[in-house]
């Protein structure tokens, strides 16, 4: 766009300069004209020969004049000027030099702008210096700015026209260009909701090694966090193992020894649990495309956490549209939703309830139990790994721990506040596929 600006300039100057050095000429050609038609006259005023004069000096006002100066006659006009004179603005000085051209300009009868040329000449053969003459020989500008003016016009539209066609030009060959990318842009977001695994479909050659080299990489990052959860799984199997031969021998052996054996069994069972919670959710944030359906999760869980605890009639009212996708792998899911759940169900006099939505691009799951409740200060204590309220209540005090490391893990939130069923109502917010 500058380039168009910039050449727009010079363009216009160009014409402008063109057109008056063309004004020049004429007006130089008819100053010549003027001055062969010119005889002197015995009493010091100069005659012409009609035949080498232009005719618009016998029209009033045409838009050309002449006048000529002498010493001893004053001035003669041309009939266009009727009874004005012309008042140059640069006139040739008595010093100047006979024959020389002077420019200038003046003001016209109709108040119009003159391009003036003067010219001192010397009409006698012995160029006598008494018999000099200013010859001076004015045109109207009118014409050559009008046209000035025409071409500029035509040249701001001709270049805006350009202007907005390269500029369309461009947008077009930048949407065509990006294309391909606008597609692996929309495949990469598919990956990451969940939809695809991979980036598929047709790309242009010079898309294709992009392509490959990021399902390449979508690859290994599954391969590098399939074989880290293995590791872990494969620590916690083999931590396990003497666990349970200690927690045996233990209860084979009665005594203080064998009772702190077991609580420190007990201890490490949990942290165990705990970590390999952790590092499992820790492994899935790697993992493009994780998709899961709260509603199935949230029904599959009701429906065996109300299981152990059908002995006391314990009523689990779940509700899930199912169009709702939280964005991680289902394992963590049931992780943090079973441990709300079934840390509901344990307080609850009769009534567990179990809610999800969307709210500003997020996932909130609520669950709301009719027990007993906790104050404040026990809400804050309930969040401390391990601790636990009420020893009678089976439980080893880290499900809300975990649900809490899990959540924080994907970015979420976990509070607990007081319920509208008189219990605790748990709020967990989680990302969401929109």
């Not at 880290?228 to 193992?241: D, E, I, M, Q, W």
């Not at 709301?368 to 409740?373: H, W, Y």
Request: proline residues 3%; charged residues 25%; hydrophobic residues 40%.
């Amino acid at each position: 766009m500058l380039g168009l600006f910039v050449g727009g300039a010079v363009l216009s100057n160009a014409f402008r300069l063109a057109a008056q050095n063309s004004f020049d000429a004429a007006l130089q050609a008819d100053m010549d004209g003027l001055i062969a038609a010119a005889e002197p006259d015995p009493g010091g005023g100069v005659m012409l020969a009609d035949r080498f004069l232009n005719h618009n000096f016998d029209r009033v006002y045409s838009g050309l004049y002449y006048q000529i100066r002498s010493g001893k006659s004053g001035g003669q006009i041309s009939r266009s000027l009727f009874d004005k004179e012309i008042d140059p603005v640069n006139e040739p000085a008595s010093s100047a030099s006979k024959g020389a051209l002077t420019w200038g300009s003046a003001q016209g009868p109709e108040n119009q702008r003159l391009r003036v040329l003067s010219r001192r000449v010397d009409l006698t053969p012995d160029m006598r210096s008494d018999a000099d003459y200013t010859f001076l020989v004015g045109g109207d500008m009118s014409a050559v700015d009008r046209q000035t003016r025409e071409f500029n016009t035509t040249l701001f539209w001709s270049f805006l026209l350009l202007g907005l066609g390269l500029i369309a030009a461009i947008l077009l060959q930048v949407k065509v260009g990006l294309a391909p990318l606008r597609k692996v842009s929309r495949s990469l977001a598919k990956i990451r909701d969940g939809e695809a695994r991979r980036l598929e479909g047709n790309f242009p050659t010079e898309i294709a090694p992009l392509a490959g080299e990021l399902n390449s990489l979508i690859q290994h990052g599954e391969e590098v966090v399939g074989r880290a959860r293995t590791h872990v799984s494969n620590l916690a199997h083999f931590l396990k193992t003497p666990l349970s031969v200690l927690a045996a021998e233990a209860d084979a052996q009665p005594g203080p020894l064998a009772d702190m054996v077991k609580r420190q069994v007990f201890s490490m069972r949990r942290q165990v649990d705990h970590y390999l919670s952790r590092a499992r959710a820790a492994g899935s944030l790697d993992v493009l495309g994780n998709r899961t359906q709260v509603s199935a999760v949230m029904d599959d869980l009701s429906r065996v956490i109300a299981r152990i605890h059908v002995a006391r009639g314990i009523v689990i009212d779940a509700e899930c549209s199912d169009d709702i996708y939280f964005r991680g792998e289902r394992q963590d899911l049931e992780e943090m939703l079973g441990n709300l759940i079934d840390n509901g169900c344990k307080w609850a006099r009769g009534r567990v309830r179990v809610r999800c939505e969307k709210s500003a691009g997020r996932l909130v799951l609520t669950v709301e139990d009719d027990g007993p409740g906790l104050s404040a200060e026990q809400r804050a204590q309930v969040g401390s790994r391990g601790e636990r309220l009420d020893e009678s209540v089976p439980g080893s005090g880290l499900g809300l721990a975990i649900v809490r490391d899990i959540s924080k893990l994907y970015g979420g939130f976990f509070a607990l506040d007081q319920g509208s069923l008189g219990g605790v109502l748990a709020r967990l917010e989680l990302p969401a596929i929109l």
